[in-house]
């Protein structure tokens, strides 16, 4: 198959139950021919009844074969057809009639080989069993993928020995090549030929190819081919799902080669994601990747499988589940004991950000101005307002911006920082009273970068929903920060 590498790789096989695991799957693609390198016999029947059309049709459906497998083991699309053939593969030549020749030996000159199809003449029977033993003792040393492909219009009327009649002894000399590790495909011309002989011969109905007529042959050769080839993958889905127990979150980051359009989409749920690819390994071998991160959605403590299934189908391969996922740290066990619920819920403000950038002055916890977009790029300029803080004290502020991208809501902005709490002032009156001491009330400008949100290639830009979260809490208790508010 194309498909040289399916792995998902889980990056924690244990960690905490607040913690996050991220996911690597991983796809390596080429055509099969380049990963793995072919040793082909063309066997061509040039008996009596080839003469003519059906010879010439033959010699040039075989000439397109031996360019499509150089163009497959070059890695090139044509035109140019390529000169040689590549990656250690060979084609070589036997033909037959009342006895069978060696024409061309395995050889990787791509002129050759088709000058010694040009060049065959025909003969008078058809001898079977002479043909199957001449190739496959050219095939037999070779460390390469074998095959035999054999093309014939008639049935066996030559070959016989010993108490083999024609026919037996071809099953015979057939059988004795399967046995040396080759594969044969056999190309029946015309309607005459017996179709379960040829079965026989290739053990295989899904390896036996009939072409009524000569003028089918290139159709039948191109199928072949596509068997030996396994051509680079195309149309590809990968569909992840997770158990109950876990859920997809961003980021989300594709590596794909420059060639390949790749995209995924989240389930509703959160528990799938299905990566797309338009193709891999079609001008060389490939490499894709698809990185995003998954938390645990349970309570318990314990070991948990992470998926529930993933699936690989592309053009060639419809039926799920005929890749496997090699799966590193398929499960990853929980440990709840030190998960800390927090105290309260903290509030969060939804905001609209008018489309691609500009200044946008957001007052909290309530909105107020916005400003029409001048360029990319987005500011916020928030103005925090707290009520009943205690004065001269080190305060933390911290503000997260999120924004819904793919389906998951996700971090975009970040800002921290810490102030010093105004001082008390005191009544005019020069009274001192509990309620107005400690009690203040200010309001905290703070500046945001939004980063560019990425678009899609031709998408209209609209505005964008965010969530503002904003975090205080004191970093001092020094009670003489605040000496002020003291009674005299």
């Known amino acids: 198959m194309g498909i ?7 990056s924690r096989s244990s960690m905490k139950c607040y913690e996050s695991a991220s996911v690597l799957l991983t796809l390596a693609a080429s055509s099969d021919i380049t990963a793995n390198p072919v040793d082909i016999m063309l066997v061509l029947d040039r008996s009596g009844s080839m003469d003519g059309k059906p010879f010439t049709d033959l010699k040039a459906a075989a000439n397109e074969f031996v360019n499509v497998i150089a163009n497959a083991t070059n890695n090139i699309v044509p035109p140019p057809d390529a000169d040689t053939i590549a990656g250690g593969s060979h084609i070589g030549v036997v033909s037959f009639g009342t006895t069978a020749t060696l024409d061309l030996d395995l050889s990787t000159d791509v002129s050759s080989i088709q000058d010694t199809i040009n060049g065959l003449v025909v003969d008078d029977l058809t ?9 496959t003792q050219v095939l037999q040393g070779s460390a390469n993928k074998k095959y035999i492909i054999l093309i014939t219009d ?3 009327t030559a070959g016989a020995y010993g108490s083999l009649d024609n026919v037996q002894a071809a099953n015979a000399a057939a059988s004795a090549a399967r046995a040396a590790g080759i594969t044969i495909f056999c190309i029946g011309l015309g309607n005459g030929i017996s179709k379960q002989n040829l079965i026989t011969w290739a053990d295989s109905a899904a ?3 009939i072409s009524p007529t000569s003028d089918e042959l290139d159709e039948a050769f191109e199928a072949l081919a596509a068997n030996i080839i396994n051509p680079a993958p195309e149309n590809i889905v990968v569909v992840d799902t997770l158990n109950d127990e876990f859920e997809i979150e961003g980021p989300i980051i594709p590596n794909n080669p420059s060639d390949t359009v790749a995209g995924f989409t989240i389930g509703a749920d959160k528990k ?4 797309t690819l338009d193709k891999l390994g079609v001008s060389e071998a490939q490499t894709a990747t698809l990185l995003f991160n998954i938390k645990y959605v349970g309570t318990q403590d314990g070991s948990f499988t992470v998926n529930k299934s993933i699936t690989y189908t592309d053009k060639v391969i419809t039926t ?3 890749v496997k996922f090699i799966t590193i740290n398929p499960s990853i066990t929980m440990d709840c004991d030190k998960l800390v619920q927090p105290a309260c819920n903290l509030p969060c403000y939804n905001s609209t950000i008018p489309c691609c950038g500009g200044l946008v002055d957001l007052t909290l916890p309530s909105d107020t101005d916005s400003y029409t977009v001048k360029c990319a790029g987005t500011f916020l300029n928030l103005y925090i307002r707290f009520k009943n803080i205690c004065p001269n004290r080190q305060m933390a502020i911290g503000v997260i911006v999120c924004e819904e991208i793919n389906g998951i809501k996700q971090p975009v902005a970040y800002r921290i920082t810490s102030i010093i709490t105004p001082a008390y002032v005191p009544d005019p009156t020069g009274q001192t009273t509990p309620p107005s001491c400690g009690c203040q009330e200010f309001t905290v400008p703070l500046q945001v970068v939004l980063p560019d949100r990425l678009l ?3 998408s209209t830009c609209t505005d964008r929903e965010v969530s503002i979260q904003v975090i205080s809490h004191y970093m001092s208790t020094n009670t003489a920060l605040c000496s002020e508010c003291k009674k005299s």
Do not use: M, Q
Not at 4 to 10: D, F, H, R, S, V
Not at 127 to 135: C, Y
Not at 272 to 275: C, F, L
């Open 207 to 209: 390896r036996v190819l």
């Open 456 to 458: 899609p290639t031709g």
């Open 272 to 275: 799938s994601i299905t990566w």
């Open 154 to 156: 008639g049935n066996s």
């Open 127 to 135: 001898n079977h069993r002479d043909a199957f033993e001449t190739a």
């Open 320 to 322: 799920p589940g005929t």
């Open 4 to 10: 040289n590498l399916a792995k998902k790789e889980i």
